[in-house]
């Protein structure tokens, strides 16, 4: 299943290389870190053997979470940097 929903990731990278013609540094890297730790969440809902946890929850999801929230700071400073090219 992982490298199922690892291909659908390719593949919404690709979309977003093909429709941002003017990219921004960091996007599809920002992009990839949210996308991929929504994978891992996905993943590690399904596993059995999780050794590592704090009560309930999987250390990975707490990974995962850190990543998004990385991902999505790395994309609002990315979207609403100023332009400083000394032009």
Do not use: C, M, P, Q
């Not at 969440?41 to 596993?47: D, F, G, P």
């Not at 053997?49 to 990974?63: C, E, Q």
């Not at 990385?70 to 032009?87: P, Q, V």
């Amino acid at each position: 299943y992982e490298s199922l929903l690892n291909i659908v990731v390719l593949i919404i990278l690709f979309l977003l290389l093909s429709k941002f013609k003017s990219r921004k540094d960091g996007i599809i890297f920002f992009s990839y870190i949210i996308l991929y730790s929504l994978v891992r969440i996905l993943v590690e809902t399904t596993r059995i053997d999780s050794v590592l946890s704090f009560g309930s929850i999987h250390v990975a999801h707490i990974a995962s979470v850190l990543f998004i929230l990385i991902g999505i700071t790395g994309l609002y400073f990315i979207n609403n940097k100023k332009n400083n090219d000394i032009s």
